[in-house]
Nanobody, 124 residues
Framework: QVQLVESGGGLVQAGGSLRLSCAAS????????VGWFRQAPGKEREFVSA????????NYVDSVKGRFTISRDVAKNTVYLQMNSLKPEDTAVYYC?????????????????WGQGTQVTVSS
């Protein structure tokens, strides 16, 4: 079992920044990768970014490239999502998730454990 707790969400004006954190506990040594997803009201949950636990290779959805940066602190078992130049369309509940095995990094069905989510609201 892996437990995930997200934090760092909040209300910010367009153009502002937030940093989300995802703290993992439990069998963290079994993690293959960690991903961030988001879900806006009335929309499906979508992939945002992912990072390999070993090696740190990263992936991003096109809409956040150049604005968001994913990183990890292995010693703290924590993954971060630095979000800059935020836009109103970034408003959503953001979830982190752990993938135990290699797979499609953008597919939520390939992730095994999920956090409870943190709300990000960007005002115009």
């Amino acid at each position: 079992q892996v437990q995930l707790v997200e934090s760092g969400g909040g209300l910010v004006q367009a153009g502002g920044s937030l940093r989300l954190s995802c703290a993992a506990s439990g069998r963290t040594f079994s993690c293959y990768a960690v991903g961030w997803f988001r879900q806006a009201p009335g929309k499906e949950r979508e992939f945002v970014s992912a990072i390999r636990w070993s090696g740190g290779s990263t992936n991003y959805v096109d809409s956040v490239k150049g604005r968001f940066t994913i990183s990890r602190d292995v010693a703290k078992n924590t993954v971060y999502l630095q979000m800059n130049s935020l836009k109103p369309e970034d408003t959503a509940v953001y979830y982190c998730a752990v993938r135990l095995y290699s797979g499609l990094y953008y597919s939520l069905h390939h992730y095994n454990y999920w956090g409870q989510g943190t709300q990000v609201t960007v005002s115009s």
